[in-house]
């Protein structure tokens, strides 16, 4: 199977939302929720690929960890160097990252919606009445009333089912504010919502919870809608642009459904995020070291490297592409 698609950014998202502390409490697994938007079956339904998804962001953190607690691993023991500069003697941050592959690789799903830490819906975040999104209701105090703010520059819209909302980025004049349309954008392929409500949520909310949508974009497509074991070896050292690994890596829906759920903690201890990111393998070290250790797709690329590793594949940085290595050990 060849690229058919051309990669294409989800860049949007770091513009709206800050990042997230990836830490989380001794790798405790994610407890998730599933709407009904993405179990629908049929030629419209998103139900097979939202599941094979799934299965292949936890089967990506397995291995990750797996390679990660083990020790003689010099292929990960590079890849922790290179990604983000420490070695094994680094004891409390390599505990990070592996409490964080271990919370994505012990997921467990929930029937009960209130309780769960993420809630995934395949609605395609549109916004009116009878839709999960609606317009915050106008306050009589605003100069403006919300309902005649402008969609996607400085109107608040809401999620009541989960008390959430869109963010709305205030900037100083003269530039206009930004609020993120999710999906809607035509670019977002997925986003994770956190922002909660100024109303007070009911008790039995998670009061950590966020949603992650996932547009049709991701399903259906021969490379976006593929899981990352299923990729060809032709794919993996592909050297003609736009179709090199490295870039074309990020278009996998496992790909971004991984790097969503690690914009989910538990502590809810944000870091700034100012900065715009390419989410290629060369966008990931276009990073400061300090952004680079915190950021998802620095977590989300050692994860698809060790699912690489188990072929039997690695980066190499002469040919500035992933390369067969047979020298790289097998890990059960």
């Not at 008390?163 to 504010?177: I, S, Y």
């Not at 392929?189 to 922002?195: M, P, W």
């Not at 050292?237 to 759920?261: N, Q």
């Not at 994860?303 to 190499?316: E, H, P, S, T």
Request: hydrophobic residues 35%; aromatic residues 10%.
């Amino acid at each position: 199977m060849l690229f058919p698609t051309p990669y294409r950014s989800i860049s949007m998202l770091f513009l709206l939302l800050p990042i997230l502390a990836l830490a989380v409490d001794n790798g405790d697994p994610l407890t998730y929720w599933i709407d009904d938007t993405c179990k629908a079956t049929g030629p419209n339904g998103f139900n097979e690929s939202f599941e094979r998804t799934l299965k292949d962001v936890i089967h990506n953190a397995s291995r990750a960890l797996k390679r990660l607690q083990f020790r003689q691993d010099a292929n990960q023991n590079r890849l922790l160097s290179k990604i983000f500069e420490i070695d094994q003697s680094n004891v409390d941050f390599k505990k990070q990252i592996e409490d964080t592959f271990s919370s994505l690789s012990r997921m467990v799903e929930t029937q009960n919606r209130a309780s769960s830490d993420v809630r995934f819906y395949c609605d395609e975040d549109v916004v009116g009445d009878g839709h999960r999104w609606t317009l915050v209701p106008d306050d009589p105090e605003d100069s403006l009333p919300n309902s005649k703010r402008k969609r996607g520059i400085n109107q608040e819209v809401e999620d009541k089912l989960n008390h959430m909302k869109m963010a709305v980025v205030h900037r100083d004049p003269p530039l206009e504010d930004i609020a993120t349309q999710g999906v809607q954008d035509g670019v977002t392929r997925a986003e994770l919502f956190y922002l909660h409500n100024s109303d007070p949520a009911p008790p039995e909310e998670n009061p950590t919870r966020s949603t992650v949508t996932l547009g049709s974009e991701n399903f259906g497509n021969a490379w976006t809608d593929n899981a990352l074991s299923a990729v060809s070896d032709a794919e993996i050292v592909a050297r003609d642009k736009p179709y090199i690994f490295k870039a074309m890596a990020t278009g996998l829906s496992s790909f971004i459904m991984m790097h969503e759920l690690l914009h989910h903690d538990y502590n809810r201890q944000p870091r700034t995020n100012d900065y715009q990111v390419d989410e290629s393998w060369d966008g990931l070290f276009g990073l400061t070291l300090d952004q680079r250790r915190t950021h998802p797709d620095s977590y989300v690329w050692f994860a698809v490297c060790a699912v690489l590793a188990d072929r039997q594949y690695r980066f190499d940085d002469a040919y500035d592409l992933f390369i067969k290595d047979t020298s790289i050990i097998v890990v059960p």
